[in-house]
Structure formats: C-alpha cells, structure tokens
C-alpha cells in the first residue's frame, strides 16, 4: 500500500528514486510512476522524470509526488470475494506553508490533502481509521453506502473504526472529516479524495490530482492562504512537466471552506470537462470551470505547443494568496 510521506527519511528515498531515473536498477523514473496503472496503459504513457534542478520543500511531504500518487491499498481474499484495504490515520504535524509562516494541521497519513484512495466501481472497500489526534475525528465518504458506514460519528483519540461498503458508483468522490465545527476540521486539513473507476476503465493519460484548500491562519473564519495539494504557490515554484500532444486526465476537487466558490482555468488551451466524473464522455468544453465546496470533476487536455503555461482560480486574490502554478510541457520528442 502507498505511503510515501510518513516521514522525512521515506521521502528522501522515493524521492532519489524518481530524480536519478533508478538507474541503479536499470529502471526509469516512468515506469515506477506507472506500477499501478492498468496494463494497457503502462506502454502508451510517458510521464516526465523530475528534473534534474528540482528542489524539494521544507516540509515531510511533497505535492509533487501527491499529484501522481494513487493508493489502491492491499488486497484480501476473503472466502469469495476480494476486499481492497486501506490504513488511515488522522494526526496532526506542522506546516511550512511558506518562509515566513508555519501552521499545525490536523492531517490523514500525515499529508494535505490526505491520501488518493482508488477502486473500480463494484469493489468491497475497508477503510481501518485510527486516530492519533488530540481530538475526535472521522472520515465520511460521498457516495453511496448504509447509513453505518456514513462516517458521521466522532472516533475519538486512540480509538479505531471500520468502515466497509462496496465502492459506487464510479466517479470522482471526496471524502472528509465530519466532525463539528466541520468548516474547521476541514480548513485544518482533514479531506482527500475517493476516485472509483468504472469497470472498463478510462482511456491511457498522465493522470494527476489536484486538491485546492485553504488556510485560515488566525481562525477568523476567512482564509488568508490558498493551496493546490497542500503548500501554498507549490506549482508556480515548481513547474509540473508535462508532455505535449500526450492526454492529461486531472481529477480536480475544491476542498476551500469559507468562500461560496472558485473557478479553476488554464492557460492557452481547452478542457473536457467530466462533471463528478460520472461520465464516460464529455459533458462540455471551456478552459474555466467554478466549483463550490466539495464540488470536483474529471478534466482531459492536451497541449499543442511546447512552452510554460498558468494554471489558477479566476478570483484573483486566491491565486495571488497560493493557488498558482504552472504546466511545463516539454517537446514529444524530448
């Protein structure tokens, strides 16, 4: 089961492993990003390896392996049937959202925004929840399950729970700590996101994920920070490669509490737009998209050119305060 970011030493390794191609074992960088992948795909996607100025951040995790990090956890013959499991585990540990400010979140496997949990539509999933903070917690899934499994009731520290149910329906789903204040348990860093693929699966792409949060630094019930994946202005400082005329899939989801909504838009391009990604085709075309809390979908694009391109919210203050980044998409023949 995944969980590159449980501690500075694992990073250090994984991220080695992906700067340096594993070259010492005769395997590329691409080709462990696309362990998981179905087997149909692993040959018709490229996935560009870090590069070689790449910088890490300050922290115990990096949004540029969240972005590419799938957990499909561990699966368990159980008489008939195969169950996919998953281990989750709410604590708390400090950020460095910036140089100058650091801000204690309440986490799930120790990164923001928790762990890519992925299934095929129909699959028995078991989440084991431990919780490890000072304070209560819970995880409540959308999607469809009994009323049990609804993750509404608080676990409290030192205690664990299980939630168990069949994975649908296929689509794009977050999942969140449902614990009054919710709007704070949220804003502190409890959500992730549930991908549940259909059965037949999607078309080969660079698949990432992106999750937009913010950050009320002084609990004044408005944010004064904004994040892609956990660190404010990640993306802009470091560009993500892409390659051009190669299919990217962004599975999307705005997790921001305390602004009504925000857009998402890209630069000189268009994008399909998979609305909760409960469709296999396109429900439209634009290159911006506005989502209210909780709201996601599935985006397909390709680039043209070679070149820098932005990617961020139309509000400008969001962008201007964190939600900013760029695509570098790098020649095909690169």
Same mark, same amino acid.
């Given at each position: ?76 013959? $159980? #008489? %008939? &049937?195969?169950?996919?499991? +998953?281990?989750?585990?709410?604590? /708390? =540990? ?6 100058? *400010? ?18 095929? $539509? #129909? %699959? &028995?999933?078991?989440?084991? +929840?431990?919780?490890?903070?000072? /304070? =209560? ?6 999607? *469809? ?18 939630? $168990?149910? %069949? ?10 700590? /449902? ?27 660079? $698949? ?127």
């Amino acid at each position: 089961m995944s969980n590159l970011f449980s501690g500075r030493s694992q990073f250090w390794s994984r991220r080695r492993l992906l700067q340096w191609g594993l070259t010492a074992m005769g395997i590329s960088a691409s080709a462990w990003k696309l362990s998981h992948y179905p087997v149909q795909a692993r040959e018709s996607v490229r996935i560009p390896p870090l590069p070689e100025t790449y910088q890490p951040g300050n922290g115990d995790f990096e949004p540029m392996l969240v972005l590419r990090d799938f957990d499909y956890g561990t699966l368990k013959q $159980e #008489g %008939d &049937r195969l169950v996919r499991e +998953f281990q989750v585990v709410a604590d /708390h =540990s400090t950020l460095q959202l910036n140089r100058a *400010i650091t801000y204690v979140s309440w986490n799930l496997n120790h990164r923001v925004p928790g762990p890519t949990l992925r299934a095929t $539509e #129909g %699959d &028995r999933i078991r989440v084991i +929840f431990t919780n490890h903070d000072g /304070h =209560s917690h819970s995880m409540h899934f959308h999607g *469809i399950h009994p009323a049990e499994m609804d993750g509404v009731k608080s676990v409290r520290r030192g205690k664990t729970t299980v939630y $168990e149910f %069949d994975a649908e329906p296929y689509g794009v789903h977050p999942y969140h700590c /449902h614990v009054a204040p919710v709007t704070r348990h949220i804003n502190k860093g409890l959500y992730g996101l549930f991908i549940v693929d259909p059965p037949g699966g999607r078309p080969p792409a660079d $698949e990432m994920v992106m999750v937009m949060g913010g950050y009320d630094l002084d609990n004044d019930g408005s944010n004064e920070l904004y994040a892609f994946n956990g660190i404010p202005n990640y993306y802009r400082d470091r560009p993500i490669s892409i390659y051009q005329n190669q299919l990217v899939r962004l599975y999307i989801l705005n997790m921001i509490e305390f602004d009504p909504a925000v857009t998402f838009h890209i630069h000189a391009n268009m994008f399909q737009v998979y609305k909760t990604g409960r469709s296999l085709t396109a429900n439209e075309e634009s290159d911006v998209i506005t989502m209210g809390t909780a709201e996601r979908h599935i985006l397909e694009f390709t680039y043209k050119y070679p070149g820098k391109y932005m990617f961020h919210p139309h509000q400008d203050y969001i962008a201007e305060h964190g939600c900013m980044g760029y695509f570098q998409v790098l020649p095909s023949e690169a």
